[in-house]
């Protein structure tokens, strides 16, 4: 496609519930981030992937938040036993790295997550 | 980590040049200043990017004084459309490639 596309992009669910979130960031992208922005607020880093490197997960807020990225392709966000705090547009973005340095990001919509 | 400080809102009126000044006192060597905007319901979106002196796009302009420990975005006679959130981002080494987001600074033009 031509830019990142995250799915779905609005999700209502229960206390408790687990919630999956996806992001297909641009073809041939080697990174990858996710990030949670609260109504009013900036943008809150939680994990970066960057090619076959083990992930940064020193974002994530909680050990119900976790998430894996499928070579250089699709990632997933997976929120478990989800509480109303978590309420947020969780946002995606993907850039290249060109000679070791990552080029201009570029992000999706996001998901605007609902928990009731 | 090289933290970025910038207000947290400014205004304006339609056709003024608006300057936005960010501070990043513990840049790295070989880290760049990298800006972006953010319209409501939407991700943010690259503006410009810099490492030293001045950048010019067909945007914005970037000005970096010597020592690198702020920047400066420039946007020439803005009109209402401009009215969005813009980020002060320093990437490279210091934060390990990641892209760090701080508040922003919330530009409202006014006509």
């Known amino acids: 496609g031509a830019g990142v596309s995250q799915s779905p992009s609005n999700k209502v669910t229960e206390k408790g519930k687990d919630v999956e979130l996806r992001c297909d960031p641009i073809s041939g992208h080697t990174a990858l981030y996710w990030y949670r922005q609260r109504l009013g607020q900036g943008l809150e880093f939680l994990i970066y992937?960057?090619?076959?490197?083990?992930?940064?997960k020193s974002g994530l807020p909680s050990d119900r938040f976790s998430a894996e990225r499928t070579g250089e392709s699709v990632s997933t966000l997976t929120i478990q036993r989800t509480q109303q705090e978590d309420s947020a547009v969780y946002l995606c973005a993907s850039s290249a790295n060109v000679r070791g340095m990552n080029t201009e990001a570029f992000f999706g919509q996001g998901t605007r997550l609902t928990v009731v | 980590l090289a933290k970025t400080t910038q207000p947290i809102s400014m205004d304006s009126y339609e056709g003024q040049e608006v300057n936005i000044t960010c501070s990043h006192n513990?840049?790295?060597?070989?880290?760049?200043i990298t800006w972006y905007q953010q319209f409501p319901s939407q991700g943010p979106r690259f503006i410009i990017q810099?490492?030293?002196t001045k950048v010019t796009n067909e945007v914005a302009s970037l000005f970096i004084p010597a020592d690198r420990k702020s920047s400066t975005l420039s946007l020439p006679r803005v009109s209402l459309s401009d009215t969005a959130v813009y980020y002060c981002?320093?990437?490279?080494?210091?934060?390990?490639?990641?892209?760090?987001f701080g508040q922003g600074t919330t530009l409202q033009v006014k006509p």
């Open positions: 513990n840049i790295a060597t070989n880290d760049y």
């Open positions: 810099g490492y030293k």
């Open positions: 992937f960057q090619g076959n490197s083990a992930p940064d």
């Open positions: 981002l320093v990437e490279g080494s210091s934060n390990t490639g990641k892209l760090i």
